[in-house]
């Protein structure tokens, strides 16, 4: 394997793990919270915190759609459905 391509691979193993987009929603999310708070100033407070809400909706649309993928082959009495390459 090239080295772009285990970069990347990486990058993508990195990106689909739920606890590190957790963690950076968490941190971004808390940012903006703190800037909002005026601990911090300026615009980007609010671009953290936006940030950082929409990275959690965004995982946690993704668990939700794995889960209900297992849900229903687990009530199909299926093996769980493999992730695409």
Do not use: C, F, H, Y
């Amino acid at each position: 394997m090239s080295e772009p391509n285990s970069v990347r691979a990486a990058a993508e193993a990195i990106a689909s793990n739920p606890k590190v987009a957790t963690a950076v929603a968490t941190s971004t999310v808390t940012m903006g919270a703190a800037s909002q708070l005026e601990i911090l100033q300026g615009m980007l407070a609010v671009v953290s915190l936006s940030v950082g809400i929409l990275t959690a909706i965004v995982v946690l649309a993704i668990q939700t759609i794995k889960l209900v993928r297992v849900w229903r082959a687990w009530r199909a009495d299926q093996p769980e459905p493999m992730e695409a390459p």
